[in-house]
């Protein structure tokens, strides 16, 4: 009888697949296999001790550091725009006392002061409308009886000259706006004519040209120093 030795190398060697078919991780392989001796905490966890080599998996210590920009918590909650935990790392901002608001705050005596200055200007301006609603009527009985110049008494009243003084300071002042801005309509046309007969560029061209030469003009108000100032 014959005995036959054959050389087989461990890591190549498939027959041990047979015997388990599942695969044991190592991490898995020495969960499975805890020791003999049970663990049993008989005080508090200090700090100093909580990273000391011993049976981890007895225990689990976080240590969250909510005072610190790197603070992370343990499970991480949904994100929550606005949260605190988002706002506990941003730059505090010194508090702004807005004086706005303090002047904004009306005290009774103010709004009582309001109520008696809106109603005596009410008052005038009813005093004054019927006045000129008296006025108006007896300018038009005057009309109706083929009068063409203002009655006497109209011309005596201090308050009606003054009106038509007014009135006339006004007229005046129209007409010199008016005629400003017929002058300004007349400039501009003939700036744009004069633009006009230059195609060789467009009009937004022109413009800016005769702006940067506008800003950049020589100072001539301004002195010169001399050599010997500097």
Same mark, same amino acid.
């Given at each position: ?24 991780? @190592? ?6 296999? @805890? ?166 560029? @467009? ?28």
């Amino acid at each position: 009888m014959k005995v036959c030795f054959f050389q087989v190398d461990k890591e190549t060697n498939t027959e041990s697949l047979a015997q388990s078919s599942t695969v044991v991780r @190592p991490k898995e392989k020495r969960a499975a296999n @805890p020791p003999q001796t049970q663990f049993v905490r008989s005080s508090t966890i200090i700090r100093s001790k909580t990273f000391s080599p011993g049976p981890q998996s007895q225990y689990i210590c976080r240590l969250n550091r909510s005072d610190s920009d790197s603070s992370t918590l343990s499970k991480k909650p949904p994100f929550v725009r606005n949260a605190m935990e988002r706002r506990s790392v941003r730059m505090k901002r010194p508090l702004v006392k807005s004086f706005g608001a303090e002047r904004l705050i009306r005290t009774s005596l103010d709004l009582e002061l309001d109520l008696q200055a809106s109603r005596t200007w009410h008052n005038q301006l009813v005093q004054e409308i019927s006045v000129l609603k008296e006025l108006k009527e007896q300018l038009e009985q005057a009309q109706g009886q083929g009068e063409k110049e203002l009655p006497q008494w109209v011309k005596d009243d201090e308050r009606f000259r003054l009106w038509l003084r007014h009135v006339e300071k006004r007229k005046t002042e129209h007409k010199c706006e008016l005629k400003a801005d017929k002058m300004m309509r007349a400039a501009a046309k003939d700036v744009h004519r004069l633009r006009g007969q230059s195609r060789k560029e @467009p009009l937004e061209v022109q413009s800016f040209r005769e702006k940067m030469a506008f800003f950049t003009r020589p100072r001539i108000n301004i002195p010169t120093l001399s050599a010997d100032d500097v």
